[in-house]
């Protein structure tokens, strides 16, 4: 990350919480700086090396490296967690469905996937639980990510023995749609007009989805995440992983220029008409839950909008070679 972005991050845990400010002790030594305290947690979880490896570089001992990472990433959730990890607003929800309609797909608001996470000291009365067969025990991450690497969503903690469709059924990601809190959204596709914006999931195994793009990054960027994870307790874990998804989207808009944007300034400036809208009138819960519900499980309805979309995708593309 850059020098601008961690500065913002130190600063911030030094003002809010009593743990990262530095202190006297009885002697009226100083004690660890902010900065010590900070640059130990991150470089745990860039590095993903033990707790001992920061002991000559950053002076200090392995249970003050790991109290340290563990009160970063609970603190550092507490305070950017609301804004860097937040379901999208409808300004966001029109970019998307601006960005969608841009690729071919009229109503997509990211895509959808799930990743594993290797559990190295799984307890063993849970490892059942969490291995295959004779496969490692590992912890499943379901995110949803848009076209700028942007992780909107992140469900994490299913046991590794579960499918992506049982890790759905488990998941949150709909909860705003079934109790009618989410914003309200209406596109054309193929002359047929839709109420319900989607996710996009395996298409075509030859086109890496978004998501899975995003997967890499964050693995590329967090060794912690790539290697597998040592710690007993699930709920630090879990914890680890959240707090590695909110620095990435930290990253992301901090570096946001950098990536490739689609130029959607056609649709901002009125210069094309697009299909896809949000409402800006806000749903009520009781006059949209049942029918949210049952429109979210009908067959008849997914089907016509895959065969839609093809027919979209064709007629937008077919004439490129």
């Not at 076209?147 to 049982?166: E, K, V, Y």
């Not at 890496?208 to 995440?225: C, N, P, S, T, Y």
């Not at 949000?278 to 309805?301: K, Q």
Request: glycine share 6%.
């Amino acid at each position: 990350m850059n020098k601008g972005l961690f500065i913002r991050i130190v600063d911030g845990l030094e003002q809010f919480f009593p743990f990262f400010q530095q202190r006297k002790d009885a002697t009226g030594r100083f004690g660890l700086s902010a900065l010590q305290k900070c640059t130990a947690a991150i470089s745990l979880l860039a590095y993903g090396t033990a707790a001992d490896t920061v002991d000559e570089y950053l002076r200090l001992g392995e249970t003050t490296a790991l109290s340290c990472l563990h009160n970063f990433t609970n603190r550092f959730i507490q305070l950017f967690g609301d804004e860097y990890l937040r379901r999208p607003t409808p300004e966001d929800l029109q970019r998307l469905l601006d960005i969608g309609e841009k690729r071919g797909f009229p109503g997509m608001v990211g895509s959808i996937d799930c990743m594993h996470w290797e559990w190295k000291n799984c307890p063993t009365a849970w490892k059942g639980q969490y291995a295959r067969g004779s496969e490692k025990p590992r912890i499943v991450l379901e995110a949803v990510a848009s076209h700028d690497l942007w992780i909107w969503h992140a469900f994490f903690g299913p046991p590794g023995t579960l499918n992506d469709i049982n890790v759905l059924d488990r998941s949150p990601v709909f909860d705003d749609i079934l109790e009618g809190r989410a914003p309200r959204v209406k596109y054309m596709v193929n002359g047929h007009m839709y109420k319900l914006a989607y996710y996009l999931t395996d298409v075509q195994e030859a086109t890496r989805k978004d998501v899975e793009r995003a997967f890499g990054v964050l693995q590329a960027r967090f060794a912690i995440v790539r290697n597998p994870v040592k710690t007993l307790d699930k709920e630090k874990i879990g914890k680890i992983m959240r707090a590695c998804i909110i620095l990435h989207n930290m990253i992301v808009e901090d570096e946001r220029n950098g990536y490739t944007r689609i130029d959607i300034s056609e649709f901002e400036e009125g210069d094309v008409t697009r299909s896809s809208q949000v409402e800006t009138e806000r749903p009520t819960n009781l006059n949209n839950m049942f029918s949210n519900r049952n429109d979210l499980r009908d067959r008849h309805m997914h089907d016509q909008l895959k065969n839609d979309l093809i027919q979209n995708i064709w007629n937008k593309f077919g004439d490129e070679d």
